[in-house]
Every structure is written in structure tokens, then in C-alpha cells.
């Protein structure tokens, strides 16, 4: 008789990984499936760090889950001793309009989290790595930082198998369904299993088993260049964001080992094969495409020293899918991450086994809703 799981995890990325843990730590029964074997370069995951912002520009529904976030993270880090975590600050510098900028104010004030807000003059005189207009304002979110991401991902996963897990990785999933009964038959190229619910955690490629969502691939690429040591962690330089008057927003951490990363959030090539994500460099844009920043705000960071592509699974509103599988029973997803999603990863799996456990959530998910995208 074939084994019967309490969750089966397909994707074990970001967002898979972590609710695998949960899960097994919960003393549920898992697997966990993935095209390759976790943490890789095939989805959005790798190129080392990933920010943690607290006081959310992209809208306050998001900060109850990146409070609960940020308190599972400080978790995994105690609970493992690996430095997932490191609570460098976040810089955030913007036109004094922008709206990105004072919702991040606004969001600070409601749930009364820390932060401090600075003029141009001030922060130049604070920041002198920055070339900031006058036109232009910063706020500083002191308790927040940056995640090192392949390595929570490989956390994740070694914790979850140490706990029980059961792993199928190298291993390509074809559908997902239901039987007469309601339970899931996830079928694949290595045979069918079978759980009493499951979550679809599989990232940029989501369409190939639920081809009806609104999700468009993106390539994206980000770089690392050289850094004088003003701009390294160890000198107390933070992570930050950018927006520049034109509205293009750039993200960025703190150097190591002599090299400071940069990306743009905006932009990229909107692709409908794997293949189409091509490699760092592919594309002449590649090379250039912080260059508005170097030329403007940040002037003091050095040659281009090298590159990766990724891509982003976004959603229309460019905010998050987190909904139950329409038409099917015990069946989840997340989707649209759309290249915010990662900081999220620890309360995303959290909520995925909640809900697996048919438990009461402690977060309004209404706005993350697939149906507001019907009309």
C-alpha cells in the first residue's frame, strides 16, 4: 500500500522549505519534492542575500507578516546557530514625495516601529557615501538588515530531514489532483504520491501546473561591483534602498569581501521558457542598468565585478497570491512574489501548515486573494 503523507511540499524553494520545517516540526508526515536539489540556481533564491524591510513600502498589509517573519528568522538563528540574520539597518532614500517612502513612514507610525527620518543634508552628513539631492529625504529602519538566503533554504531543509522529512528531490512533478476521496495524488516522473493536503511552492514556473493563474516570468539580473571599505558591513554601512526622481527603485547591501551587490527592481525581460532565462551578460542591458544610480546617488562604488540572472514570478498588482487551489480540495499555493517575497518565507510556510491543519490564522490573507483579479 503506498505511503500516505499529511503534506506533500512541491517546490522546496523559498517558501517550500520553510513550511516543510514547520511541518515536520509540527510532527506532521512529510515530503518534499523539487526539480532539483535545494538550495540551487534554477529559481529566484540564490545570489546569496536577500533584504528584510520592516516598515513596508509596498503597503501595510504586509507588516504583520514580516513582524511574525522576523521573529521565526531570529528563531531558526537561535535555534540552529546559523547566521541567517544580520541586522545591518536599512536606508531607505527617496524624493520627499514619494509614495514608497512615506508609506514607509506611514506604516512605522501605525504599528509604532522604529525609525528615523533624515534630510538631505542630514543624511549626506551622516551617510557621506551617498550623493543625495536636496530634493530627496532618507529614513533609516535601524532593526532590520539583510537574510542570507541559500543558506536558510539549506537550513531549512537539513532541519526538516533531521525532524522527519522525506525528500524527493531531482524529481519532476506533472499534475497535482485530487482522487474521489479528496486526497492529493501528486504525479511525477519518479511515480505518484499521495497526502492528505499539499502546497504548490514552485516559484517562477507555477503556470505548468496551474496554467490559469495570471503569473508572467521575469528575467532578472543582479550584480556585484567593487567596493571601497566606507561602503562595507563591517564599517557599519546598511543595506538600502534607492528610488531615484524618475521612480526606478534600486536595492543594496553593505560590501563583503571587497564587493558590494546592487539590483534594480523594475525592468527585466518577461520570458515564457526556461530557456529564455538567460545567463548574466547575455544581454547588453545587463552591464548597465545601475548605472543611473553610480552616476547620481551612489558615485563611490567601483568596476563591475560580476553577475547573476534569476527571475520573478509577478502577479499583476505586483503583490502576493496566497489562496487554496480553485476546483480542488486540501490543495494551497503561493505565487506572485513577484521580487518581495523572500523575507517572507519563514510566516508564509507557518501559515501554509496552519492552514493545512484547518487552524485559525492570526493574519488577514483577504487581500492576497486570487479572486481579486476576476473583474
Known sequence: MAEI?????????????????YAAKRGLRVLEI??????????????????????????????????????????????????????????????????FLNNII?????????????????????????????????????????????????????EAKRLGAHEQFNTQVISVDNDENGSV????NEGIFIGKSAVITVGTWVKDLIPNLPIQPVRKVVSWFEAPKQLAEET???????????????????????????GRHQGGQYITKREERLDFNALKEDKTEISSLLNSVLKT???????????????????????????????????????????FASVLGEILVAKALNETLDFDLSPFLLSRFNS
Open 301 to 343: 562604488v567601483g568596476n563591475l565585478d560580476h553577475g547573476v540572472a534569476c527571475s520573478y514570478d509577478l502577479s499583476p498588482d505586483e503583490h502576493f497570491i496566497i489562496d487554496d487551489l480553485p476546483g480542488k480540495k486540501n490543495i494551497q499555493f503561493v505565487s506572485g512574489l513577484s521580487g518581495h517575497g523572500f523575507k
Open 185 to 188: 495524488h501528486v504525479t511525477t
Open 34 to 99: 523539487d526539480s532539483a536539489t535545494p538550495p540551487h540556481t534554477n529559481g529566484s533564491h540564490h545570489g546569496e542575500t536577500r533584504m528584510i524591510r520592516h516598515a513596508y513600502g509596498e503597503g501595510s498589509s504586509y507588516v504583520p507578516l514580516v513582524l511574525r517573519a522576523q521573529e521565526l528568522w531570529n528563531e531558526l538563528k537561535k535555534d540552529t546557530q546559523v547566521d541567517i540574520f544580520h541586522q545591518t539597518g536599512v536606508l531607505n532614500i527617496a524624493p520627499k514625495q514619494s509614495s
Open 5 to 21: 503523507y499529511d503534506l506533500i511540499v512541491i517546490g522546496t524553494g523559498s517558501v517550500g522549505s520553510s513550511t516543510g520545517y
Open 106 to 158: 506611514t506604516s512605522a507610525e501605525k504599528y509604532e516601529l522604529p525609525i528615523e527620518v533624515y534630510d538631505a543634508f542630514q543624511a549626506r552628513k551622516k551617510w557621506p557615501q551617498f550623493t543625495i539631492p536636496d530634493q530627496f529625504k532618507a529614513v533609516l529602519e535601524k532593526n532590520s538588515g539583510y537574510l542570507k538566503s541559500e543558506l536558510a533554504i539549506d537550513t531549512y531543509v537539513k
Open 236 to 262: 557599519g554601512f546598511p543595506a538600502f534602498t534607492i528610488q531615484l526622481g524618475d521612480g526606478t527603485q534600486y536595492y543594496g547591501f553593505p560590501a563583503n569581501k571587497g564587493l558590494i551587490k546592487i
